[in-house]
T-cell receptor, first 113, second 109 residues
Framework: DTGVSQDPRHKITKRGQNVTFRCDPISEHNRLYWYRQTLGQGPEFLTYFQNEAQLEKSRLLSDRFSAERPKGSFSTLEIQRTEQGDSAMYLC???????????FGPGTRLTVT | QKEVEQNSGPLSVPEGAIASLNCTYSDRGSQSFFWYRQYSGKSPELIMFIYSNGDKEDGRFTAQLNKASQYVSLLIRDSQPSDSATYLCAVKPGNQFYFGTGTSLTVIP
């Protein structure tokens, strides 16, 4: 499978716990995006990497959220002290520099109880 | 203000008809425009992208862009029940992608 992969696909956690999600982009893609999507809404931009550099981060993103892409390949998104409002689908997408199209992974569905 | 507006629908068309989906955007600096299809519980799937004013055709799909009116549309010809999904419009003024809330399409057999 040469597409974007995400792990885990589903995560149920209790409020206050920390969670970490992983995204593996398409191998030659140097751009990586994280989005959050809730029911009835479009994907909401969270952050963007070009290679290992985090170039943009949504101003709406709480400081409980952090993302890394240490070697310019896979990326992790961590949410600390989860809240019920964090329940959503977290989507990762990748694209190639100079090419505008981006391709999504299957997503990680987070449920905070 | 980078906003993308779509009619949330639902839009229902009979099988074989043309489905017309519309999107407006507020950022005149937007250069790239995308249509994604999203089935329930799945992630968005890229259908088409368009950069220049006018029409772009790909099989049964035609994207139309009018930058002066800040309007982009998607036509689906010969609609099939398998086209039933939510269609997301996205614009890319810089490095970020901004999505609309999507239009739900149902194709009735």
């Amino acid at each position: 499978d040469t597409g974007v992969s995400q792990d885990p696909r589903h995560k149920i956690t209790k409020r206050g716990q920390n969670v970490t999600f992983r995204c593996d982009p398409i191998s030659e893609h140097n751009r990586l995006y994280w989005y959050r999507q809730t029911l009835g809404q479009g994907p909401e931009f969270l952050t963007y990497f070009q290679n290992e550099a985090q170039l943009e981060k949504s101003r709406l993103l709480s400081d409980r959220f952090s993302a890394e892409r240490p070697k310019g390949s896979f990326s992790t998104l961590e949410i600390q002290r989860t809240e019920q409002g964090d329940s959503a689908m977290y989507l990762c997408a990748s694209s190639l520099d100079g090419v505008h199209e981006q391709y999504f992974g299957p997503g990680t569905r987070l449920t905070v109880t | 203000q980078k906003e993308v507006e779509q009619n949330s629908g639902p839009l229902s068309v009979p099988e074989g008809a043309i489905a017309s989906l519309n999107c407006t955007y507020s950022d005149r600096g937007s250069q790239s425009f995308f249509w994604y299809r999203q089935y329930s519980g799945k992630s968005p799937e890229l259908i088409m992208f368009i950069y220049s004013n006018g029409d772009k055709e790909d099989g049964r799909f035609t994207a139309q862009l009018n930058k002066a009116s800040q309007y982009v549309s998607l036509l689906i010809r010969d609609s099939q029940p398998s086209d039933s999904a939510t269609y997301l419009c996205a614009v890319k003024p810089g490095n970020q992608f901004y999505f609309g809330t999507g239009t739900s399409l149902t194709v009735i057999p």
